[in-house]
């Protein structure tokens, strides 16, 4: 099987869990792929390897873009920025590319370009869950 798993908003939003979901998956040689729009720097790495995350394949949407000369700029803080129906696409291209067998993101926003199965994925960590106190 090859899982597909947002790092910002999915993994980071919860390290025991997948942690041990990319240990299992990992372990019975099945692939994970951790997708990110920021630029997979050694912080980045260090991160994911520090919360025991395991992974196959590393794709960034902005190291993509940039390798492909797609226009991508960055800001004064170092953000990048590119056409956001491009941007968009990437994730959903990546993952049918590669026969990804589920993609796990937190946005909707991705989603409308998938042919891969896609499921969004809700945190109540994530800061774009409105919370509700009870």
Known sequence: MKIALDI????????TFFA???QMFVSNDHE???LTGSKIT?????????????WTHLFSITDYHVKKKSGIKFDKNG???LDPYEWDKTKAEYCARNNIDLCLDDSDTYAYFFKTPYARY?????????????
Request: proline share 2%.
């Open 8 to 15: 910002h908003g999915v993994v980071d939003s919860n390290y």
């Open 79 to 81: 953000h990048p920025w």
């Open 32 to 34: 994970v792929h951790l």
């Open 122 to 134: 809700y945190s109540r960590n994530s800061t774009r869950i409105r919370k509700m106190h009870i």
């Open 42 to 54: 050694k912080e980045l790495k260090q991160t994911l390897a520090e919360h025991c995350i395991n």
């Open 20 to 22: 041990e979901l990319t």
